[in-house]
């Protein structure tokens, strides 16, 4: 008797407190025994504790949303009284702000705007000046009479004296001394004899001599690396030197390959994509007529009206014709790239499966000039550092002179390969040359990031191009001045 009313007084409770708690438990029915009883509180607690657990999840959810709502509320509140918060403008650097793709597409269509301005306001003044037949003037007088081509098949013999040279050397059969002096000959000759022949013939035109000039100045490049990594390697092992093949077949594959810089192995393409030499070809074709089509159109009017202002020194007049003439030359330098160093030394590696087709970098993104120098033209830049820079800082030599003498070196061959061609000394190309050294140090100096590159770009639109433009307008008044007078 005793355990059962302990067992009704535990379930009383219970329900009371399932009933305090909001929610009923479910009771096990109850067979008399004790062990039995004994369950009902424990199921009974166990609901309550689940329904304890809900309710304060969904009262903290309330709780959370309220919160949240208030501060809403006031977050509207003191918008409605403050709208300013400390920021940076998006056009201050530290704003940290980089997308200006809108302000490109922009300064893009501004430029194709203004472009074609002036081009329908050529052809209106003008008419149409292009003819591609007027080119073949440019290149022969005499049609029976090619010295440039004489000069070009000569360039021959050239290399041959070079093969002849070293396949000696590595036989013992001449003394490195004997071997350097016919070097030097060789190199020589290749240097003075085409630019006698350029200035003596009156048969050569400019644009002959300069492409004359040009192919023997690179074969000399050539031949020089030629003779130095030959050199090199009868310095390291006498043995390897004398197992080197020296083929003929393969200095003529160095000759015509694009680099300037000789080694025993060329990387090799696995084989020639048909489709991206066409591609290479066509490009060559079409920039080829366009800069002949804008050189007639664009250039020689402009030119022309620019001779007056330049003969009667009008220091406006010729600043703004000088500015006129910046911006067609600069298109035509940025299609020559180009065509050059993209389009034609493409086709011409993958025409001989050469592997290495870096011959330029970003250096339209030249913070420096000394940056520009070094990515615009590869293969130039990896013969002066192979050849003549690190051969100078070895012979103990410091930087800043070995990087003045390089500059010093193109100098001469930028005013070599302008002025022979036009038979007249002016120095413009060389005086510009030089100009980049103090360029370069007062931009790395005090010029940094956006502001240096824009140094670099103008620089490229007004400085060099200034310096072929002076010589086209003395060339005019040398040869066609008493015609316009």
């Known amino acids: 008797m005793g355990d059962w009313n302990t067992a009704g007084a535990q379930i009383t409770r219970r329900r009371r407190a399932t009933f305090a708690a909001g929610k009923g438990a479910r009771l096990l029915p109850l067979n008399g025994s004790s062990a039995a009883a004994a369950h009902i509180p424990v199921a009974a607690e166990y609901g309550a504790s689940q329904g304890r657990g809900k309710r304060e999840h969904s009262l903290e959810i309330i709780r959370r949303t309220a919160k949240i709502e208030k501060k809403k509320r006031r977050n509207d509140f003191t918008e409605?009284?403050?709208?300013?918060?400390?920021?940076?403008?998006?056009?201050?650097?530290?704003?940290?702000?980089?997308?200006?793709?809108g302000v490109i597409n922009w300064c893009v269509v501004m430029l194709v705007l203004s472009n074609a301005r002036l081009f329908l306001e050529n052809l209106l003044r003008y008419g149409v000046l292009a003819d591609p037949t007027q080119v073949i003037p440019l290149f022969l007088k005499d049609p029976y009479s090619w010295p440039a081509m004489c000069l070009l098949i000569v360039s021959n013999v050239f290399i041959l004296v070079a093969l002849y040279t070293e396949r000696q050397l590595s036989?013992?059969?001449?003394?490195?001394?004997?071997?350097?002096?016919?070097?030097?000959?060789?190199?020589?000759?290749?240097?003075t004899f085409p630019a006698a022949v350029v200035l003596l013939v009156p048969s050569v035109t400019p644009v002959g001599g300069a492409v004359v000039l040009g192919t023997y100045t690179i074969l000399l490049l050539k031949l020089y690396s030629y003779k130095d990594v030959n050199l090199w390697c009868r310095e390291m092992s006498t043995q390897k030197a004398k197992k080197l093949a020296r083929s003929l077949s393969y200095i003529y594959y160095f000759t015509f390959a694009p680099t300037l810089c000789y080694e025993l192995n060329f990387p090799r393409s696995p084989n020639i994509r048909m489709s991206f030499m066409f591609r290479r070809l066509f490009e060559m074709l079409f920039f080829t007529q366009l800069l002949v089509g804008l050189t007639q159109q664009w250039m020689i009017p402009v030119i022309q009206s620019s001779m007056k202002p330049l003969e009667d020194m009008d220091l406006s007049r010729m600043t703004e014709r000088l500015l006129r003439l910046a911006v067609p030359n600069h298109l035509l330098w940025l299609l020559f790239f180009y065509w050059f160093f993209h389009s034609s030394l493409n086709f011409t590696a993958e025409l001989l499966r050469f592997g290495d087709r870096q011959f330029y970098k970003d250096w339209w993104n030249s913070e420096t000039v000394t940056y520009f120098w070094q990515n615009w033209n590869i293969p130039v830049h990896k013969w002066c550092i192979r050849h003549f820079y690190k051969p100078l800082l070895r012979k103990?030599?410091?930087?800043?002179?070995?990087?003045?003498?390089?500059?010093?070196?193109?100098?001469?061959?930028?005013?070599?390969?302008?002025?022979?061609?036009?038979?007249?000394?002016?120095?413009?190309?060389?005086?510009?040359?030089?100009?980049?050294?103090?360029?370069?140090?007062?931009?790395?100096?005090?010029?940094?990031?956006n502001y240096g590159n824009a140094a670099v770009w103008l620089s490229l639109i007004i400085g060099q191009p200034i310096a072929v433009l002076m010589y086209v307008h003395d060339y005019y008044v040398l040869n066609y001045g008493q015609e316009t007078n």
Do not use: D
């Open 171 to 191: 036989k013992g059969s001449f003394s490195e001394l004997v071997g350097f002096l016919l070097h030097c000959i060789n190199m020589a000759v290749m240097l």
């Open 396 to 449: 103990g030599f410091s930087k800043m002179v070995s990087q003045s003498a390089v500059f010093f070196l193109s100098a001469f061959f930028h005013e070599y390969l302008v002025s022979v061609p036009l038979r007249m000394f002016r120095l413009w190309a060389f005086m510009g040359m030089m100009a980049q050294l103090p360029l370069a140090w007062f931009v790395g100096r005090f010029l940094r990031g």
């Open 80 to 101: 409605q009284l403050s709208c300013h918060r400390t920021q940076e403008s998006l056009l201050s650097s530290g704003s940290g702000y980089k997308n200006y793709r």
